[in-house]
């Protein structure tokens, strides 16, 4: 090899982008809540608030593309359900799709999304819907519908 000429097989140095952390992704979050005591929805009750842990699908391609991914929300902490049609609704944007049976929920309040940092796992309030006189409807699945909690996820 000459002297100053690289050795083709010398792997060269290159500049690595700095650590960038991400929200807990569904599964993560939900083994986060129920360790913390968080107990799934047991009784549907109108304007009794409720978290909703977010579907992976819905985290990554609905209304947060504009957040970093340390910020991807996972939790929707929802304070005024209104309604809750418990029969399957197949209808759904993309519930074929997914092959999930999902179920419409209508609430005209606030509702306050919780991304679950991975490294420290505190969570970070990251978007809030104000209430507004117009009801908005979600598409949910019953698996992924808690009680509120106020110590983990606190009103605001």
Not at 5 to 30: C, G, N, W
Not at 89 to 114: F, H, M, N, Q, W
């Amino acid at each position: 090899m000459k002297e100053g000429v690289p050795h083709k097989h010398v792997p060269q140095y290159v500049e690595l982008e700095p650590f960038q952390k991400i929200s807990m992704d569904e599964a993560a979050t939900r083994i986060f809540i129920e360790s913390r005591g968080v107990e799934p929805l047991a009784n549907w009750q109108p304007h009794k608030p409720l978290i909703y842990l977010l579907p992976e699908d819905t985290r990554i391609k609905d209304n947060f593309g504009d957040l970093p991914p340390q910020q991807v929300p996972s939790i929707a902490h929802i304070y005024d359900p209104e309604h809750l049609d418990l029969k399957n609704s197949p209808s759904a944007p993309r519930a074929k799709e997914l092959g999930l049976e999902v179920y419409p929920l209508i609430t005209s309040g606030r509702v306050d999304y919780y991304a679950i940092d991975s490294v420290t796992k505190a969570p970070i309030l990251v978007k809030v819907t104000k209430n507004s006189e117009d009801s908005r409807k979600y598409y949910v699945v019953k698996e992924n519908l808690y009680e509120a909690n106020d110590e983990l996820f606190p009103p605001r």
